[in-house]
């Protein structure tokens, strides 16, 4: 299993990410790196709820309620969304 | 063996380039036609901040001075883009607080367009194309901005465009390709530091419509950040800088296959802005 994979994983940002608000969009990166990444506004949308209290069911729940999508889609999305985001290293997973 | 020099001059700042073959100095000469300035009368003049020296050798010439970790050797057309690499080099770690990205730059009017692109992606030839058009040129290779206001300094090298067979070509072919230079007139030369108004990514592909693609400012950052040629020295301060200038200014992408469909096409403008 990776990491994010679990309903109950509660993802936190990574220390030191630099955030900069673009309209509709995030550009993140970790300093130290050579990787800049902008997020769209749904992947936006679940990067602020990482916070390290809410698990992957609480964000997928949080988004249900906020956007007009198939309920069933959005806990897919958002581990998704979080397994990519652990993998360039700007979100961490407490399991 | 008498020894010439050639002074180029940046931003208030100088390099010597230093060679006891004519030709040489006749090359850098041409390479920084609009950026050669006189020798110092009696001392005085800008600092001196690098100083390369090209001298012959059995089979071509070598290029060696400051900033130069070990003699580079060759042919003329190599040794002067050695030259022109070493300059640029010197002055981009001497203004270091600049914004530097590979971008060509031209201005008219209320516009001035920053026109990044990959090695091969047609900048310099738009860029001339610009300039022949009624443009002031900027650069083709360079852009120092200044990160408080957007300003670009102009960075005036010589164009050159590649002299190739037309069609698609990969990278490394690119590279392989000859180069010409521009002669462009002094008065085309932009001299005056001038604020970006509009980004254009370059992109040239053969035997396509010019078409100009919004970009969301995400894409515009990214695009920017990858052009940056300091951005080790700036780190932190380079994202926050390229969100902001993407948040500022519109930004396109410019597919082109004939360089004066692409000039219309800009002449037009290319945004919202």
């Known amino acids: 299993m990776n990491e994010g994979d679990s309903e109950h994983a509660v993802p936190r940002r990574a220390a030191g990410v630099i955030e900069c608000a673009l309209p509709d969009e995030l550009l993140l990166h ?12 749904s992947a936006r949308a679940v990067w602020e709820l990482c916070d390290g209290r809410r698990s992957l069911a ?3 729940g949080a988004l249900a309620e906020r956007f007009d999508a198939a309920a069933g889609e959005i806990p897919g999305a958002v581990r998704d969304a979080v397994q990519e985001l652990v993998r360039l290293k700007v979100l961490e997973v407490a399991p | 063996v008498t020894v010439g020099v050639v002074w180029v001059a940046f931003d208030g700042l100088r390099v010597a380039v230093r060679s006891p073959a004519r030709e040489v100095l006749a ?6 036609r609009a950026m050669v300035v006189d020798g110092p009368q009696g001392g005085e003049g800008p600092p001196v901040v690098a100083e390369l020296r090209v001298d012959r050798t059995a089979d071509g010439y070598e290029v ?12 003329l057309a190599e040794v002067r883009r050695a030259v022109r690499f070493h300059v640029t080099r010197t002055f981009v770690e001497t203004r270091a607080e600049r914004f530097w990205i590979h971008a060509a730059a031209a201005h008219r009017g ?4 920053l026109l990044p692109g990959q090695r091969g992606r047609g900048k310099s030839t738009l860029v001339a194309g610009l300039a022949r058009t009624g443009w002031r040129y900027l650069s083709d290779e360079a852009v120092p901005l200044d990160m408080a ?9 010589t164009p050159q465009i590649r002299v190739g067979p037309g069609g698609a070509l990969d990278a490394e072919a690119v590279a392989a390709l000859g180069k010409r230079d521009v002669p462009l007139k002094r008065s085309v030369v932009c001299r005056a530091a001038t604020r970006i108004t509009e980004v254009v990514f370059v992109h040239y592909a053969p035997a396509t419509t010019a078409v100009l693609t919004p970009m969301t400012p995400g894409e515009a950052a990214l695009g920017l950040l ?6 080790r020295e700036h ?3 380079a994202i926050r800088y390229a969100a902001d200038l993407a948040r500022r200014v519109p930004a396109v992408t410019l597919t082109f296959g004939d360089v004066g469909a692409a000039v219309r096409l800009l002449d037009g403008g290319s945004g919202p802005g």
Do not use: K
């Open chain 1, 30 to 41: 970790l300093p130290g790196s050579a990787v800049a990444i902008t997020l769209n506004a």
């Open chain 1, 58 to 60: 609480a964000i997928a």
């Open chain 2, 27 to 32: 090359e850098v000469r041409q390479a920084f």
């Open chain 2, 64 to 75: 060696t001075g400051d900033g130069v970790p070990a003699p580079e050797r060759g042919p």
């Open chain 2, 110 to 113: 209320g516009r001035a367009l």
């Open chain 2, 149 to 157: 206001d957007d300003h670009a300094t102009p960075y005036p090298l």
């Open chain 2, 226 to 231: 990858e052009s940056c040629l300091n951005f």
């Open chain 2, 235 to 237: 780190g932190a301060r």
